[in-house]
């Protein structure tokens, strides 16, 4: 069965380091999400990016976050200058349709030191 | 604005008794629901979703969940409660993006335990 990975599983960092964030979205998906989970809290929704442009980002992603999908299958989430809130879990998700289902990633677990 | 509350924080049920994990929802149209299954140090696995038709939903591993509008709620059921559905679970509400694309709005989750 096909399923969203995503590199690496955890990421450690220094606050003001760059950092990327991988995901292999399900091949023939063609919607892709960020959430986050911040440890003890509920999942959060960052953005969602459809044909090649993002189609509607929350309060939480401002301009130190970008994404990108760089060829047919990766997905990219890239905070430019971390900080110690960033910390958290980091959840990619695709779904084929519009209103499917999304699937989610093993996430990536980062930390901010 | 849509949101979901989940009531119970932690749940503890014995191995073999039923389960209901309340969620109640509010969103301003028809909503998209679903239910997500995490375990400790894994991702989200959907369990079960409902978007039209059919009030009752069936989902894996033996999971079922109700809608009923009137209460605004979704709640998640099961018969007999195995000890390694030990998890935490979420409810969720989608939301149309106009440019493309659903919004998830969580619960904070309902941390189940099971007693054997």
């Known amino acids: 069965e096909p399923e969203v990975t995503q590199t690496p599983s955890h990421q450690v960092t220094q606050m003001g380091q760059e950092v990327i964030l991988r995901c292999v979205p399900i091949?023939?998906?063609?919607?892709f999400y960020w959430y986050r989970q911040i440890l003890g809290q509920k999942v959060e929704f960052l953005v969602s990016f459809y044909n090649n442009e993002i189609s509607e980002k929350s309060e939480i992603f401002d301009d130190q976050f970008s994404v990108e999908r760089p060829d047919g299958s990766n997905f990219t989430l890239k905070i430019r200058s971390t900080k110690l809130e960033d910390s958290a879990m980091y959840f990619c998700?695709?779904?084929?349709?519009?209103?499917?289902?999304?699937?989610f990633g093993p996430g990536t677990r980062l930390t901010v030191l | 604005a849509q949101s979901v509350t989940q009531p119970d924080i932690h749940i503890t049920v014995s191995e073999g008794a039923s389960l209901e994990l309340r969620c109640n929802y509010s969103?301003?149209?028809?909503?998209?629901l679903f239910w997500y299954v995490q375990s400790p140090g894994q991702g989200l696995q959907l369990l079960l979703k409902y978007f039209s038709g059919d009030t009752l939903v069936q989902g894996i591993k033996g999971f079922e969940a109700e809608f009923k509008r009137s209460q605004s709620s979704f709640n998640l059921r099961k018969p007999s409660v195995h000890w390694s559905d030990a998890a935490e679970y979420f409810c969720a509400v989608g939301a149309a993006i106009t440019g493309g694309g659903n919004k998830l709005t969580f619960g904070t989750g309902t941390q189940l335990k099971v007693e054997l």
């Open positions: 998700a695709s779904s084929r349709g519009e209103a499917d289902t999304q699937y």
């Open positions: 091949s023939n998906h063609l919607y």
């Open positions: 969103y301003g149209a028809t909503p998209y």
